[in-house]
């Protein structure tokens, strides 16, 4: 019972017992609800230093199920009254940035048939720069292409 917090890289579900979660990225849309229920809703969020005014605000604060886009890494406090019932989810976000070829990650697999395939249990990675084509091995290990 609480706050859900779902987006496209975290899916909490109504057995989600936490008041903490993990796993989200920064520009990603995260869509909250609470469990249970209830007729009225008033939602509140505190932000990490350096979110710019505006930009990770929720959208809907009275609605069942508001929205919001965190614009920076950190914790952001979220509440909710729910009836007369109060509930807080931290929810933890992480920056997605590529700043070379070796630090690829959470992009799509290559489907292109001009690329070797990777050997088994590696994963192939790219990014809309032609020279960031990358392979990730399960040991964590990343290679160019």
Same mark, same amino acid.
Do not use: H
């Given at each position: 019972?609480?706050i859900?917090?779902?987006?496209?890289?975290?899916?909490? =579900?109504?057995s989600?017992? %936490?008041?903490?979660?993990?796993? &989200?990225?920064?520009g990603?849309?995260?869509?909250?609800?609470?469990? /249970?229920?209830?007729?009225?809703?008033?939602?509140?969020?505190?932000? /990490?230093?350096?979110?710019?005014?505006?930009?990770?605000?929720?959208?809907? =604060?009275? %609605?069942?199920? /508001? =929205?919001?886009?965190p614009?920076?890494?950190?914790? &952001?406090?979220? =509440?909710?009254?729910?009836?007369?019932?109060? &509930?807080?989810?931290?929810?933890?976000? $992480?920056?997605?940035?590529?700043?070379d070829?070796?630090?690829?990650?959470?992009?799509?697999p290559?489907?292109?048939?001009?690329?070797p /395939?990777?050997? $088994?249990?590696?994963?192939? &990675?790219f990014?809309?720069? $032609?020279? $960031?084509?990358v392979?990730?091995?399960?040991d964590?290990?990343?290679?160019?292409?």
């Amino acid at each position: 019972m609480g706050i859900l917090a779902n987006s496209a890289s975290v899916t909490m =579900t109504s057995s989600s017992s %936490d008041a903490v979660s993990t796993g &989200y990225v920064t520009g990603e849309q995260i869509t909250l609800s609470v469990n /249970p229920t209830g007729t009225s809703y008033t939602w509140g969020a505190s932000v /990490p230093a350096g979110s710019a005014p505006g930009r990770s605000r929720l959208l809907g =604060t009275s %609605d069942p199920s /508001p =929205t919001f886009v965190p614009d920076v890494a950190g914790t &952001y406090l979220i =509440t909710c009254l729910v009836d007369s019932t109060s &509930y807080v989810l931290r929810a933890t976000v $992480a920056a997605l940035s590529v700043s070379d070829s070796t630090q690829v990650i959470r992009l799509s697999p290559v489907g292109d048939t001009t690329v070797p /395939p990777p050997a $088994a249990g590696v994963s192939l &990675y790219f990014s809309s720069d $032609a020279n $960031a084509l990358v392979t990730k091995a399960p040991d964590g290990t990343v290679t160019p292409v």
